[in-house]
């Protein structure tokens, strides 16, 4: 009697995780440098940043000092803002690890440069030099969200974001702590040279990119493909909650520093106090947003960027209301906690739907035009603030950024529901 035949032999689907392994190599592994990375920049950036009005009083600036930061950020992002798209092509071509590289080292050299300048008039052009070279955190995001599996991507990029975080917390501590001790506030930026530098070296030595260079020679057409993009499914709001993102939580930080030096003057406080009180409110808000990253990152990757987004708007406008009210630094502090615990997911969301909606080979690109709008809310911000803090008061700064996330959270809404009701008639019309 002859055996019954068998059924060939299959080979079994390989375990998600081992799939993930082999398609995306070095995702653990970056994870955990760019997060360095990211925190050594952070603490670079935190280092003498919020201190810039002092390093400009210090240089002979008396009147109106948040117009002169205003002017000063607004042009240093602007100049960020219109090169940001070109490193974006740079990065599909030679790929993205190398714009880690460029900023990482690039911005220390600059920082090298600060504190020799004479005079206002010999520092503002070295400041807008470094314009040149900024974009870490989000060269770091787009080398993590390419290396990345989608369903990880939520905790990848919180945790790349959280060592930025940690970063910024540490950094204006240090910059209070180094302002006591230093003969002249400028001198910060040479300890900001030794910790940008440190995180091109992170980079360099520890980060991983699987890049294959494409076949088509290196050329720019940048109107050619943000046409192309602006026509991509919900981009435009996307792109719009980015701006309005940035402008809140990183846009502001000189616009608070102006806030509180003011707060100190009407409390009439020494003016051995104004370091540590910048500091204090200067890491209130990336403490907050530490606190809750992780939180925000598993909520992503659970429910979806889309919820997250939804949420993260209307939280950041309801607490931005507190900033309004405040009369002491130590209130203003408080409620910069709460708004970094509540919007700080709104960034992630961004970046991974805008990810997801990027065409092929348009990656860096597309992800490149987002970092764009972020330095354009970055210079926005204090540019605002320089023209309304004058005439209306910095209190009017902080309500219209509570009405602009509003209206971003409206626009979201509607833009949602008008793609599903075109992804819904699309099948009838075929």
């Known amino acids: 009697m002859s055996a019954p035949p068998q059924k060939p032999a299959t080979a079994a689907p390989a375990p998600p995780d081992r799939d993930e392994d082999l398609r995306f190599p070095f995702w653990r592994r970056n994870r955990v440098a760019l997060a360095l990375c990211t925190f050594a920049q952070a603490i670079s950036f935190g280092i003498s940043y919020p201190f810039l009005p002092l390093v400009l009083k210090e240089m002979g600036v008396a009147e109106h000092p948040e117009t002169w ?69 989000a060269a770091a995001q787009a080398l993590a969200a390419t290396t990345s599996p989608p369903r990880r991507m939520g905790r990848v990029l919180s945790l790349v974001q959280s060592g930025s975080l940690l970063g910024g917390m540490l ?46 020679r290196f050329e720019l057409h940048l109107v050619q493909d943000f046409r192309h993009i602006v026509r991509l499914p919900d981009i435009a709001v996307l ?57 925000w990152g598993r909520l992503m990757d659970r429910f979806g960027p889309e919820a997250v987004l939804t949420v993260g708007l209307l ?21 910069r906690l709460l708004l970094g615990m509540s919007a700080i997911g709104i960034g992630p969301a961004g970046i991974a ?8 080979g348009m990656d860096a690109r597309v992800l490149a035009y987002l970092a764009a709008c972020g330095m354009l ?11 309304v803090g004058p005439l209306l008061g910095l209190r009017s700064y902080f309500a219209l950024n509570a009405a602009a996330l509003f209206a971003l959270a409206v626009w979201w809404l509607r833009s949602r529901r008008a793609t599903e009701r075109r992804a819904r008639l699309k099948p009838l019309s075929g």
């Open 353 to 360: 739907m805008v990810k997801a909606r990027a065409p092929a």
């Open 377 to 387: 809310g970055m210079g926005v911000g204090p540019f605002v603030a320089g023209q």
């Open 69 to 137: 930061v205003g002017y000063l950020v607004g042009a240093y992002f602007t100049l960020s803002f219109v090169l940001t798209p070109v490193w974006g092509v740079v990065a599909d071509h030679f790929g993205r690890k190398t714009m880690v590289l460029r900023t990482g080292f690039g911005m220390a050299a600059v920082y090298l440069l600060l504190p020799l300048a004479p005079s206002v008039g010999w520092f503002i052009p070295l400041f807008l030099l470094m314009g040149t070279t900024n974009g870490l955190v």
């Open 315 to 335: 939280a950041g406008a309801v607490t931005l209301i507190p900033m309004v009210l405040v009369t002491t630094p130590v209130q203003l502090a408080g409620a």
């Open 171 to 216: 950094g204006p501590v240090l910059g209070a702590a180094l302002a006591h001790f230093l003969p002249h506030y400028r001198y910060m930026y040479w300890c900001s040279a030794a910790a940008s530098g440190a995180s091109g070296l992170i980079a360099l030595v520890l980060a991983r990119e699987r890049f294959e260079a494409p076949s088509a």
């Open 239 to 295: 792109f719009g909650a980015f701006v309005v993102y940035t402008l809140t939580l990183n846009g502001g930080v000189p616009v608070v520093s102006v806030y509180t030096m003011d707060l100190l003057h009407r409390a009439g406080a020494a003016a051995a106090e104004l370091p540590f009180w910048l500091g204090t409110v200067s890491i209130a808000l990336p403490v907050g947003s530490a606190l809750a990253a992780q939180a």
